[in-house]
């Protein structure tokens, strides 16, 4: 099995980090706390096994 691709893990991660930081924004626009929306995406996050 072929080693896995570091630069493309990283891009991985920075996409993943970028979009979660823009749906906390989103929802603390929709009025919920910064921690309760971090919390529900890390609840989606582990649910969906990512």
């Known amino acids: 099995m072929p080693a896995p691709n570091n630069d ?4 991985c991660q ?3 980090e970028e979009h979660i930081h ?3 924004d989103m929802a ?3 009025g919920w706390r910064e921690m309760q929306a971090a919390e529900a ?3 989606i ?3 969906l096994d990512l």
């Open 8 to 11: 493309a893990a990283l891009n």
């Open 14 to 16: 920075e996409w993943i």
């Open 22 to 24: 823009r749906l906390v």
């Open 28 to 30: 603390t626009e929709a």
């Open 41 to 43: 995406i890390i609840a």
């Open 45 to 47: 996050a582990e649910e």
